[in-house]
């Protein structure tokens, strides 16, 4: 079955980074686009980065552009998110999302805390 695991998060100052991985098993990882939401408490849940499956489609969220960098490795079956200067604002449970055959699936998510 598919299964997509995030790990990286923690806790980190204003202006520092992080970088989070989404490991995928249970599907052709190299065969679908991938992405990464964030969900902020009493937020709903928003599109932070997206990457199409050869890695050359790339887009952002307008609040993260120049700060966060999307990529994946197929040969490894991992999705990343490089989160530099990060903001308080980025505190947010992050995770990362595929659509299979037209189903959508959901890691358990990771929590990024930034301290101002």
């Known amino acids: 079955q598919v299964q997509l695991v995030e790990s990286g998060g923690g806790l980190v100052q204003s202006g520092g980074s992080l970088k989070l991985s989404c490991a995928a098993s249970?599907?052709?990882?190299?065969?679908?686009?991938m992405s990464w939401y964030r969900q902020a408490p009493g937020k709903e849940r928003e599109l932070v980065a997206a990457?199409?499956?050869?890695?050359?489609?790339?887009g952002y969220a307008e609040s993260v552009k120049g700060r966060f960098a999307i990529s994946r490795d197929n040969a490894r079956n991992t999705l990343y998110l490089q989160m530099n200067n990060l903001k308080p604002e980025d505190t947010a449970v992050y995770y990362c999302?595929?659509?299979?055959?037209?189903?959508?699936?959901w890691g358990q998510g990771t929590q990024v805390t930034v301290a101002s």
């Open positions: 249970g599907f052709t990882f190299s065969a679908y686009a």
């Open positions: 999302k595929s659509r299979v055959a037209g189903t959508e699936y």
């Open positions: 990457i199409g499956q050869f890695g050359s489609s790339i």
